[in-house]
């Protein structure tokens, strides 16, 4: 059984919070809240509007499919390395000048990238804001899951981080709704003012971590024996495992709402089925997160991840090759197909860090996470061939199923650490 002080992250025990009134932990949960929710809806809004977003960059009403793949292929990719770079470069900004100024850092960057989205006038313009947008939310994802931790009381703080963690994919769900309401791509990204308003209050309320100021160089002399015989093996396995859960999780996420305009009648919109499968994506993600806890309870973190791994693989087939026109069956499929999905990102975040031991956890946890970003950035960024080498986006996506057979061999053979 995972116990509740075993969260990923070198908090010491001795250090109180007492410096830190609730009334200031309750502020600071709901502005990361806030900066982690609408992280989910940025990183997935180009998703939903690419269909209409590049033709209109490109001067063009229609678009060969072959095209928008490898154009959308280039934005996903720089994106998602941006994210990685973001990932590991604001963890250790934040060892170096804090929590709550990297965090502010981190949140404004992503808002205003988002925000220059907007007036963006070619594509290649588009990539740059979506790369710094990237390293935003990466920045965001790491440190507002250790500020939490280091401010908030050891009795609930594993309920906070339950919470938090439910929050990107809220973000998701809010994308889908975002895409309902504006039509147009462009107006749909100034929601990066809500992100930039969030920063501004974060820099003048939050209060820095105790723990941050009191265990800067006990964080830095504990990345020495990262790479040591012991720990080796398990950086490889937890690397290998997360970074194909992403490749399969991205390549898919990230086009579903394309595939799904491939499916409409030609002159279709799609503006209402786009939005529709963000938000079934999302709601599926709240939910399955949700549900890995009681899973994992009942049957152990690796039976858990083979589980929903399975699921996923074999959802991605029924989607992906039983549907050559659109029907609402496509919604029950792929609302099934985000449920293993949340599954498997539940499992993963207690599972990884519980690979290493407690006092290189943060470091070795981090360096699976992000280094996995990278694989996927570089295979989603060869979406535009598979396209029309496997001759259309259906096949295309299927193959990227294959990343959740990979993650299931590796958790197979994994060390287990349901106990």
């Given amino acids: 059984m995972i116990k509740a002080n075993n969260i990923g992250l070198e908090v010491s025990a001795s250090i109180t919070t007492d410096a830190c009134s609730q009334k200031l932990r309750n502020l600071a949960f709901v502005l990361c809240m806030f900066s982690y929710l609408f992280g989910g809806s940025v990183a997935t809004l180009m998703s939903v509007y690419l269909p209409v977003a590049i033709p209109e960059l490109l001067g063009e009403k229609q678009i060969t499919e072959e095209h928008m793949g490898e154009i959308g292929a280039y934005i996903g990719a720089a994106f998602l390395y941006g994210w990685g770079i973001g990932g590991l470069m604001f963890g250790v900004v934040s060892d ?9 850092l981190a949140t404004g960057l992503y808002g205003i990238a988002t925000l220059l989205t907007v007036f963006v006038s070619h594509w290649y313009m588009l990539i740059g804001c979506r790369f710094v947008a990237g390293m935003g939310i990466g920045g965001v994802l790491l440190i507002s899951t250790v500020y939490l931790s280091e401010i908030w009381p050891v009795r609930t703080r594993p309920v906070i981080l ?18 309902i309401l504006f039509a147009h791509w462009r107006d749909a990204f100034w929601v990066g003012v809500i992100p930039v308003l969030t920063a501004l209050t974060m820099s003048r309320w939050l209060p820095e971590s105790e723990a941050w100021k009191s265990a800067q160089e006990r964080y830095h002399s504990n990345t020495a024996n990262l790479w040591d015989a012991t720990n080796r093996p398990n950086l490889l396995k937890g690397t290998v495992i997360f970074g194909s859960v992403l490749i399969g ?18 002159g279709h919109t799609g503006q209402q089925e786009r939005g529709m499968t963000m938000m079934l994506l999302g709601i ?7 549900v890995s806890g009681f899973l994992v309870k009942a049957i152990g973190a690796r039976k858990s991840l083979i589980f929903a791994f399975l699921g996923c693989a074999c959802m991605s087939f029924v989607l992906f090759l039983s549907n050559t026109l659109f029907s609402p069956i496509v919604y029950l499929e792929m609302a099934f197909l985000a449920l293993f999905f949340g599954i498997s990102q539940g499992v993963l975040s207690s599972y990884i860090p519980q690979l290493f031991p ?33 001759g259309g986006l259906s096949h295309a996506l299927l193959t990227f199923s294959v990343a959740f057979l990979v ?4 958790a197979f053979v994994g060390k287990k650490v349901d106990k």
């Fill in 407 to 410: 993650a299931l061999i590796a």
């Fill in 284 to 290: 599926g993600g709240i939910v399955g997160g949700a």
């Fill in 358 to 390: 407690t006092v290189i956890r943060a470091t070795a946890a981090g360096f699976c996470f992000n280094i996995g970003r990278f694989f996927t950035a570089t295979s989603v960024f060869f979406v535009g061939a598979m396209v029309a080498f496997f």
């Fill in 96 to 104: 170096r000048i804090g929590r709550v100024k990297s965090l502010t």
């Fill in 249 to 266: 999780l991205w390549g898919i996420f990230s086009w579903i709402p394309t595939w799904v305009q491939s499916l409409l009648p030609s």
């Fill in 162 to 179: 339950g919470v938090l963690a439910v929050a990107f994919p809220i973000g998701i769900v809010t994308s889908g709704g975002i895409n």
